[in-house]
Each structure stands twice: as C-alpha cells, then as structure tokens.
C-alpha cells in the first residue's frame, strides 16, 4: 500500500513540464497504482479485513490448543500463510482464511472434548477405587462431603477451555484433594486416641527410586534391581504413615 501511494506522491512532485515530457510511463504508473490503491482500500475497509482480523485474533487466543494439537498446528500455519500473502487483497484470500479458521475450530473442539472426557475418566476412576476404601464404612456426611469434591472437580472438566490444562486434570485434582479426601472418610478419633493424621505422596513422585541411578533397564537382573530399588522406596513412604496416590 505505501509503495504504491508514494509512486503517486512522487508523481504529484514533479513539475508540469515533467509529466508532459514522460506523460506516457507517468500515466503507467498512475494506471497501475490507482487501481491497486482502490483493491487494497476496499480491502481494508470492508469485511475481507475484518475476517483476517477476526483470524489473526483467533491464533493468539487458541496459541496453547494450537501446541497441544498437531492437527490445528497444521491449519494455523495454513491460515497464518494466507494472513502474511501480500496480494491477499487481490486475490479473494477472505473465504479461505475463514474456512481455515473454521476448520481449525472444529479440530480443537473436538481435542478439547476427547481431553475433558479422559479428564471425566479419570475422575470417575479414581473415586470408583476411592469409594471401596473407608469411604465404605465413612458417616453419611463425610461420604456426602467428598462426594460434593468430587462432583464439583467433574463439573470444572466440564468449563475448561484449554487441552493441557484438562490433559492435567486428574493430577491436579489428586494433588489438591486426594489428602483432603482420605481425611474426610478417615475414622474418627476420640479425646484420648485422636484419628491419625492422614498423609500423602503422589506415586508418580516416587516412581523413579533415588537409589537406582541407572537411566536404563536392559536385562532381567536390571528389572530385578529396578523392583527391588521402587518396593523399598514404597515401603518407606508406607512405613512413615504416608498413603501413596495412584
């Protein structure tokens, strides 16, 4: 748009007795700018913009669904190709940035649901495995308090609208409620021998024993070394009154 404007500004520079001497490239260049100028105003000015806009902003509030979807990462650089074309005003490039966008949407909808319904999963099995335990033999207003946790964590899969945040859900939640769920149905105490304080350590932050410094497992004798090395730090966390998280 600018370089074809300062061809007309430069024209209007000249003098009369300049254009008259070169009329016929200056009317070239008027020819060829005047037209473009008006393309690339109608362009701006009207919705073929506005639907590259619209575009451009959609990139940027879906960047993190993008990374977490190879499929939409495939469609946003389509869509960022059409966006950055210089002769996208010439050459009817609206339709296609919107069909792209469209398609990028319905592609990360359908990831972001696949997301939260393995979130749902999870949830669901977890308390399934929760509810076997003293959840079992808990008062009706404990079970009924851990129950609400449980249907409230479910209802906020529901709302999320990012991939890894929902792909993170079940780790989340057992990191936050999982010790707080264990106290709820926890037998009670009484004045002289209060309930023991329930605690808790996620398995995945013991999975890899610090005593096993190999990066490898590569024989029977080193899957051997490997359990071994893993019931021994399990047994610690166990022995020291933790209630290890699956």
């Known amino acids: 748009y600018q370089e074809r404007l300062s061809t007309l500004h430069e024209l209007a520079g000249h ?8 009329a016929s490239a200056a009317a070239g260049a008027a020819t060829e700018a005047v037209p473009e100028l008006r393309d690339m105003a109608e362009f701006l000015n009207g919705t073929p913009y506005a639907i590259f806009a619209e575009a451009e902003g959609y990139l940027r509030e879906q960047a993190a669904n993008i990374s977490a979807c190879p499929d939409a ?24 940035a919107k069909k792209l966008q469209r398609q ?8 972001l649901e696949a997301s939260r319904s393995r979130a749902r999963g999870d949830i669901e099995s977890f308390a399934e495995g929760f509810r076997k335990e ?27 609208t990012q991939i890894q ?3 993170r859900a079940i780790g989340a939640f057992k990191d936050e409620h999982a010790p707080e769920l264990l106290s709820i149905v926890a037998p009670k105490g009484t004045e002289d021998a209060p309930a023991p304080e329930v605690r ?4 995945s932050k013991v999975s890899k024993p610090a005593s ?11 899957v051997d070394a490997f359990v071994g090395a893993l019931r021994q730090d399990l047994l610690s966390h166990v022995s020291s009154g933790e209630t290890i998280i699956l």
């Open 212 to 222: 096993f410094d190999r990066p490898t497992l590569s024989s029977p004798d080193d």
């Open 73 to 96: 990462q495939a469609l946003a650089g389509e869509l960022e190709k059409v966006l950055s074309d210089e002769d996208c005003y010439r050459d009817g490039a609206a339709p296609q």
């Open 104 to 111: 990028m949407g319905d592609v990360i909808d359908a990831a």
């Open 200 to 203: 808790t350590v996620r398995y």
């Open 165 to 167: 945040i929902a792909d």
């Open 134 to 160: 003293a959840y079992a033999s808990a008062s009706e207003e404990a079970r009924a308090k851990a129950d609400a946790i449980i249907a409230q964590a479910t209802r906020e899969i529901d709302s999320m």
């Open 15 to 22: 003098t009369q007795e300049w254009l008259i001497e070169h």
